[in-house]
């Protein structure tokens, strides 16, 4: 079972480590009943100390949902049959959907479990992608289990609004560049980004792929996901009072695993945009889904079409992986993640 970890121990990280997953199996969502859940996941509810219970960001594509935006905009709908992951289709005709076209995605195994463990310990959510908010709310509204357990809904019009620019209440924003930032960027964006998108645009004529605009960005200074700005840009009634967002759980954390101990979340070494914007603004921590198939790999994100890896216990990897660190305590998971206190 998933122990606590504070300043007075840290053996369930261990423990953990010591039970390497299962070999990867056909997995649906049904897999595991809420008894087995419940039980494999009780951890105490003083892990965190004194700490309130933050307001969780979690994201959407590779994280707890895969469209195939990552193939092409594709699912292999006969791969995804093999190992028991349900394609979902939102017609165009359903009221909820804005786009004009059907939308297909597959629910990450083990996101009603892990939605449901947070709710039911008091945690507020809110689901956070760079893409269209009109997409992701049209699977948010249509899903009954994620309609049930977030709380909102954030998308790239908001990351783009002055709402989430506004750095004289958000000083620490990780979009908030520096005069020479401002420079660097800019001769990025002319000398190589906006090359580099306009050939790709050409190119897509021939391949048909997408091609994304953050392309034309280093990264820092546009689109940034800042989780303590997160319920100023929804203004939601129903997350009037809710504490401050925290952590920010996302596919794109990336992290190597230690290969003597590759199950242990205490040693994870992490990396990427979203693990620098934690380290410059200090007040938040951040979390990866990200798992690895068997030792020796690279830990990747959701894909549809592979099965979600297991433990011995029958417990899906990364939903203990999550849990872990955040009960863990967003100090705590922090001071792990970047070798510094916090300065909240």
Known sequence: MLGAVNSNTNTSAAANSQVPPASATTASNADLDRTQVESVHAVSDSSSGSEEK????????????????????????????????????????????KLGYDQKYVLRPGTKELLEYFKARGYKMILCTRNYKEYAQSIVATNPILKANFDGVLGRSDLLSATNKDFTAFPKHCDHLGFWERCKHGLYRFFVGYPKYYGLKFLSLFTGAKV?????????????????????????????????????????VYYHTDPQDPYNTSKFKYYGREFEDSCASKDFAVVSPNVIDKPGDEPRE???????????????????????????????????????EMEI
């Open 54 to 97: 933050p307001t969780l960001i979690i994201d959407g594509d590779e994280t707890i949902w895969d469209t195939g935006d990552k193939t092409g905009g594709k699912i292999d709908e006969e791969a995804c049959k093999k190992i028991n992951h349900e394609v979902i289709t939102i017609s165009k005709d359903n009221a909820e959907n």
């Open 212 to 252: 994304s605009p953050d392309v034309v960005s280093l990264g820092r200074g546009t689109l940034g996901k800042y989780p303590p700005n997160a319920l100023a840009m929804l203004n939601e009634t129903k997350l009037a009072g809710a504490p401050t967002a925290r952590f920010l759980i996302d596919n794109q």
């Open 302 to 340: 959701f894909r549809a079409h592979l099965a979600e890896p297991k433990d011995s216990e029958g417990r899906y990897l990364w939903v203990k992986n999550v849990i872990e660190c955040v009960e863990r305590g967003y100090r705590a998971q922090y001071k792990l993640a970047t070798g510094q």
